[in-house]
């Protein structure tokens, strides 16, 4: 409900803090007092449009605070959630207009869009005026309002889910035909690219082992060449060029030749032989290196090819090497699918057929109810209208089928509330066919038959009694109590038997000082309620018939 209502620099309004509880809160006051200011104010915390004129005369802005206290998961929280606000005990919607028209809008003091502030405040607050009608008068909320009535909360959640079912069913079913097509167009690559990947026959972790053998490898014929080339030098094959014994032995037999007694070549001659000797040694174990064998060639060529061919099929296909045996696994199972397809598309069929019924069946059920729903909720209203003074009135529930297109989780119906305001006349939509006045007073009878399903806890109607007087006003003010037993009501109203049914009474005056006016809003105690319902019996001069005929009003509506 509407816990409380800040006011500041708003036309009129300087400073206002308003507390409103639970009930019937009345708000009385002489014409252009200021009381449609209030409600605007009201609009201004709950989205309306913002215009530079709200803002007081000479202020660089206005805002208006509307602190509401939701029952718990009320749908506000939901919305809360959804935004990612962390829901509080109150939920406080502000607005802050420039002067220049500009606005910001807050929930719970966080920065917010002004379409979020009006979806809350959709939850929040129903406004029944003469010319703004919201709420009831859009043939949107008229199904839901009717299953509530009806106490078809169970139908309707059964409705919901065979729906939900059903689409689920045929999004499974279009996603499997999907697959099927793009198979199907697909096949003949799809063939071939298994049958190349399986004779291929790629193994996970593939690649790393063939590239270590392959570098092992090629070192080992780096070897083998390094050996060869070393013996090459130690025995060159071109036997004209000689080696290093070739030479050593010519050296020696050089200096052999010497003149006797030859004595300072000996120790030269026994270096040489020594070399002669090494180089020897070392032939023999280069070539015993060479005999040991390195790297066999073929197995080598064998592995390039082999790794050579993966890497290509991965370019191929846009992967890397790792990822050929799930390409294959993949490639195999939209085969797979291909070859299988048409049995698990038949399947689906059959489900989402199957699934079709059961939303048929519990749409069908929802629809008989609501017929039923509508019988009584039109014999109900049919008794309310009389004393409003709708006896010509007639209040009818149309419960139309929809094509198949228009089907949806709140059922197959269309649920249109229509009203015939004088015999003889076409039913039509409430806005269309019921006059401000007129509609009003619908709009209240809807409510006392409808406050048990509504799920905003706060009603606000403006002027609901215009045009009316007597036992009429009377019987709107019984039936505002009525309605307040479930919901929290707030009303503007000019009758005195509506206002003494309130049980909270709020006086907006205007007052003038200086040259300027200000708008204040006072609440009334008992003695103070008294004379303002005399006021309003009596006019400007109140009378002791006046006070008396106050407190025969009051008698039984005070604590």
């Not at 479930?486 to 709020?506: K, M």
Request: net charge negative.
């Amino acid at each position: 409900m509407l816990a409380s209502l800040a006011i500041r620099d708003v036309v009129l309004i300087e400073r206002l803090d308003l507390a409103f509880g639970a009930g019937l809160t009345v708000l009385t006051g002489e014409t252009g007092a200021g009381k449609s200011i209030l409600l605007d104010s009201l609009g201004l915390a709950c989205g309306a449009r913002a215009e530079a004129g709200m803002v007081r005369a000479g202020q660089a802005q206005c805002s208006v605070t509307a602190a509401f206290l939701p029952p718990e998961r009320h749908p506000a929280l939901a919305l809360l959630a959804e935004q990612g606000i962390e829901p509080e005990e109150t939920l406080v919607l502000r607005r802050v207009v420039q002067a220049d028209g500009r606005s910001r809008a807050f929930v719970n003091d966080q920065p917010v869009g002004v379409a979020l502030l009006r979806r809350l405040a959709a939850t929040l607050v129903e406004v029944q005026g003469q010319h703004d009608q919201v709420g009831l008068a859009d043939p949107a909320t008229h199904a839901g309002l009717l299953d509530a009535f009806g106490g078809m909360e169970g139908r309707r959640n059964a409705v919901g889910a065979a729906w939900r079912g059903w689409r689920e069913a045929e999004r499974a079913l279009a996603t499997a035909r999907e697959a099927i097509a793009a198979a199907q167009r697909d096949e003949e690559f799809l063939r071939h690219a298994v049958q190349e990947l399986s004779d291929l026959a790629p193994v996970e972790g593939e690649e790393e082992e063939l590239s270590k053998e392959r570098q092992r490898l090629q070192q080992g014929e780096r070897r083998n060449e390094s050996i060869a080339a070393a013996l090459a030098e130690l025995q060159p094959r071109d036997r004209r060029r000689g080696g290093p014994s070739d030479a050593l032995r010519s050296a020696a037999r050089a200096l052999e030749r010497l003149p006797a007694p030859n004595e300072e070549a000996q120790p030269i001659l026994a270096l040489l032989a020594q070399a002669q000797d090494a180089v020897a040694e070392a032939e023999t174990l280069l070539e015993r290196l060479m005999n040991e064998g390195g790297p066999d060639p073929r197995r080598l060529e064998q592995l390039e090819d082999r790794l050579f061919g993966l890497r290509a099929a991965a370019r191929k296909h846009g992967v890397a090497v790792v990822e050929l045996p799930a390409l294959l696994a993949q490639l195999k199972d939209r085969l797979g699918a291909l070859d299988a397809g048409t049995e698990r598309v038949a399947g689906l069929e059959r489900a989402a057929t199957e699934a079709r019924a059961a939303y048929l069946a519990a749409g069908r059920a929802l629809t008989e109810a609501r017929t039923a729903a509508a019988k009584r909720l039109e014999s109900a209203l049919g008794k309310e209208l009389p004393p409003l003074k709708l006896d010509r009135a007639r209040f009818f529930v149309e419960v139309a089928a929809r094509e198949e297109s228009g089907w949806s989780a709140d059922g197959m119906d269309r649920v249109t509330f229509l009203v015939s305001t004088n015999p003889g006349q076409t039913p039509g939509h409430l806005q269309k066919i019921a006059s401000g006045g007129e509609l009003s007073r619908l709009m209240l009878a809807l409510k006392v038959v409808l406050a048990r399903g509504s799920p905003v806890p706060t009603l606000i109607f403006d002027e609901v009694d215009a045009g009316i007087g007597g036992a009429t006003a009377a019987a709107v003010g019984d039936r505002l109590a009525r309605v307040a037993e479930r919901l929290q009501v707030l009303v503007v109203t000019h009758s005195p038997q509506v206002a003494a049914r309130g049980a909270q009474q709020l006086r907006v005056a205007k007052q003038v000082k200086g040259e300027r006016a200000a708008t204040t809003v006072e609440p009334l105690g008992k003695r103070e309620r008294r004379e303002e319902i005399a006021r309003m019996l009596a006019g400007e001069r109140v009378t002791d018939a006046a006070r008396a005929a106050a407190d025969s009003l009051l008698e039984g509506t005070l604590l």
